[in-house]
């Protein structure tokens, strides 16, 4: 059977833990190298209020919206989510968990019935607790173990083998 397969994912460019000032996000080259060799369709969950782009104010604000459980409106949609069967969701890790926004997404959808296989970028916190999270979540749905690397180390070539590898043991084609 072939799968209709999306990469949904949200980073942050601009200034970055450990790699400096970036036009394109740590998790963002990961989904992008996912869906190249998974032949998925690329979703970049935007906010419609942009993170500053200096590190320090982001976290300040990532943490605020943590702690009042607040939900950050996503400015896109897919308008044919019904059609994707398996969806990789990409985040990095901000104060041991995903952004909230990521909560925003999986509450905009229905994702009954539907593989989901997370992968994250992190600078030292691994998975975190995110994929239980995901799993509580989202529970009519199937969760796989995802892949977490290391921001700076997703930047390199490196990690696009690290990700074909993880991609074979998977098994979803």
């Not at 209709?4 to 080259?29: H, M, Q």
């Not at 959808?109 to 995901?134: D, R, V």
Request: some cysteine.
């Amino acid at each position: 059977m072939k799968h209709k397969i999306l990469v949904a994912f949200y980073s942050k460019a601009g200034e970055n833990y450990n790699v400096g000032n970036v036009e394109t996000g740590n998790t963002e080259i990961m989904a992008q190298n996912i869906a190249e060799l998974v032949a998925g369709d690329l979703f970049k969950i935007e906010p419609i209020t942009l993170y500053p782009d200096n590190y320090e104010k982001a976290t300040i604000i990532a943490k605020e919206e943590l702690i009042t459980n607040k939900r950050p409106e996503i400015k896109n949609t897919i308008t044919n989510f019904e059609d994707y069967d398996i969806i990789f969701l990409g985040y990095p890790i901000w104060w041991g968990t995903y952004p909230m926004i990521i909560n925003t997404f999986m509450e905009s959808y229905n994702f009954n019935g539907k593989t989901i296989i997370p992968f994250n970028t992190h600078e030292g916190s691994g998975l975190a607790n995110t994929y239980q999270e995901i799993r509580q979540k989202l529970g009519n749905c199937k969760v796989l173990n995802g892949l977490a690397i290391n921001g700076k180390a997703a930047r390199n070539s490196f990690s696009k083998e690290t990700i074909k590898n993880w991609l074979m043991n998977l098994n979803i084609n």
